[in-house]
């Protein structure tokens, strides 16, 4: 077993603090990674406070990980020591269910495995995340980094980019779509970049006016203050799709109504209250809501690709390990732009 340094919570009111566990070993078709940066989701801070159902304890948290392979098992043969390699969401799965074959392991009938916060496929051994020194993980579920550069604007990708690039490429946005992106957050920021970069034309909606400055510094081509009824009246109709990234309690019915005939609804946030919708909102335009999850492998890498190709990065601040506390309140408070990293350096030193 190899002993591992890492940050982590034993309870839900426990602050993250220095922790030590233990990986497995190097298998023939393992990667070991020394993690470099690590980013902080908004979900992390739901599974360490056991928001989400019982999480388990002790916990280290971490799914957007990019590192450095220094050791390859025997039979590995899509990576070396030296590449940079990520880790995202999940780190295994069924690998037999039709989702799986698909390429779509996000959606694993018997789920995924994740990076942390749950069990290896044995049901014993217990996965731990980024918020670490190293990862030891299979070469299947490894990605690769084609960036050589401001490597911690790349963390966040594997997640916050990921989760909107999915849901807009399965929606086929492009030129002459009409896209609105409700919530300038995490994942909001990432969404006006890809849909901007899709083509379309990129409304920020948005509860706070200080945000449209920023809004179209990212790409968006309009901001529109969900809070002025008269702005929301002149919208009614207009957008083909609205990703809808927002995690607090809010009235759907009050964005659906500004989809076109056939629009669509992608959501990607989860409040923590069931919504409530009006059927007659969504027959009477043949509107249409979808949920979307993350990506598969393949997926992922192609977003990775697609990032690289058109220079799109995450906007970040980085922190060091020892602060991760501080930045989780900040985090809960929408106090950053737009996505924390930690330096693992830091976690070293």
């Known amino acids: 077993m190899i002993k591992v340094h890492g940050y982590g919570a034993v309870n839900p009111q426990a602050p993250i603090a220095p922790i030590d566990f233990e990986r497995r070993d190097v298998g023939p078709k393992d990667v070991k990674i020394d993690?470099?940066?690590?980013?902080v989701c908004h979900s992390d801070i739901h599974m360490v406070r056991s928001e989400w159902g019982?999480?388990?304890y002790p916990i280290v948290p971490g799914h957007e990980i990019v590192g450095t392979i220094t050791e390859v098992g025997a039979e590995v043969t899509k990576f070396k020591v030296g590449d940079l390699a990520?880790?995202?969401?999940?780190?295994?799965?069924?690998?037999e269910c039709p989702s799986c074959k698909k390429g779509q392991e996000q959606y694993c009938d018997e789920e995924m495995t994740p990076t942390y916060n749950g069990y290896y496929r044995d049901g014993v051994t217990q996965t731990f995340g980024g918020y670490s020194s190293t990862y030891v993980i299979d070469e299947a579920y490894t990605l690769h980094i084609p960036f050589t550069k401001e490597l911690e604007r790349v963390a966040p990708l594997l997640c916050a980019g990921i989760t909107t690039y999915s849901p807009l490429r399965y929606a086929g946005v492009g030129k002459g779509h009409k896209v609105a992106v409700l919530g300038l957050g995490g994942l909001g920021h990432m969404a006006v970049k890809f849909a901007a970069s899709f083509g379309a034309e990129v409304t920020m909606l948005s509860t706070s006016p200080s945000k449209e400055q920023d809004a179209k510094a990212l790409g968006a081509h309009h901001f529109a203050l969900s809070t002025d009824p008269a702005t929301m009246e002149s919208l009614k109709g207009s957008f083909d799709f609205i990703l809808n990234t927002v995690a607090a309690s809010h009235d759907l019915n009050k964005f659906l109504g500004l989809l076109k005939v056939e629009?669509?609804?992608?959501?990607?946030?989860?409040?923590?209250e069931a919504a409530q919708v009006y059927a007659a909102t969504l027959i009477s335009k043949r509107r249409s809501i979808i949920g979307s999850m993350i990506g598969g492998i393949a997926e992922t890498q192609e977003m990775l690709d697609y990032c690289a190709e058109h220079n799109i990065l995450s906007d970040v601040e980085m922190i060091n390990m020892k602060d991760v506390n501080e930045a989780y309140e900040r985090v809960i408070k929408s106090d950053v732009k737009y996505r924390f990293v930690i330096d693992m350096k830091s976690l070293r030193d």
């Open 263 to 272: 629009g669509k609804m992608l959501l990607v946030g989860i409040p923590p």
């Open 35 to 39: 993690i470099l940066y690590c980013g």
């Open 86 to 95: 990520g880790v995202g969401v999940f780190v295994d799965s069924c690998r």
């Open 54 to 56: 019982p999480s388990v």
